[in-house]
């Protein structure tokens, strides 16, 4: 489990009971995601706008800056509203489609990790050729098949996961969805797999 469900789910402890934390909650969610979507959007903006900053290497900062953006929008914008209402139920098509994009932008950040490090390898070992090898024609063609190679693994990684037999219900009792709900549900024969 990564860190931003275990946060996501130290923050959605049961408060129920109070709506004044319900709204703190969900008040809470919403200062967090504003912050993560501006955080986001300054550098994207500001390597749009600068063409001095159109070189490789901002490039694939501002398609992580992208990546991060995405995946927050995956997770945060259903407890914000949920916390304040106390729905704490995902059904089964919700948290496919959650777990779908959230491993998809999370692959596709671990492919751009390994891009930018060999730009950077090209960058200190190689700095005369570096003009030569690393092309915008190169850059756009690694970011397009990070891109496909992160659809391709969370097709596999999803459809796999959603071909379980299920004997249990198909509403997941938490705001945030993830591989051990999933596996909880699902037949005890598949959870020893």
């Not at 923050?11 to 969610?29: A, N």
């Not at 914008?77 to 098509?93: D, E, Q, Y």
């Amino acid at each position: 489990m990564d860190n931003l469900t275990v946060f996501i789910e130290l923050l959605l402890m049961d408060i129920t009971g109070s709506w004044e934390l319900q709204v703190l909650q969900g008040v809470l969610f919403l200062v967090i995601y504003l912050g993560a979507l501006t955080g986001n959007l300054m550098p994207i903006t500001l390597i749009l706008t600068d063409t001095s900053l159109h070189s490789p290497m901002y490039f694939f900062i501002s398609n992580m800056a992208l990546l991060d953006l995405s995946s927050i929008s995956v997770i945060f914008p259903r407890p914000v509203p949920n916390s304040m209402t106390g729905n704490m139920k995902v059904s089964l098509a919700q948290c496919a489609s959650q777990m779908f994009f959230y491993v998809f932008f999370a692959a596709v950040e671990f492919t751009f990790l390994v891009v930018m490090s060999y730009d950077r390898y090209m960058t200190i070992c190689h700095p005369l050729n570096y003009g030569l090898i690393i092309t915008p024609s190169l850059c756009s063609q690694a970011a397009v098949g990070s891109w496909a190679s992160g659809l391709v693994y969370s097709a596999i990684h999803i459809s796999i996961l959603f071909r379980l037999p299920f004997t249990k219900t198909n509403v997941i009792q938490q705001y945030v969805c993830n591989i051990l709900q999933i596996l909880r549900i699902s037949s005890p024969d598949v959870q020893f797999s």
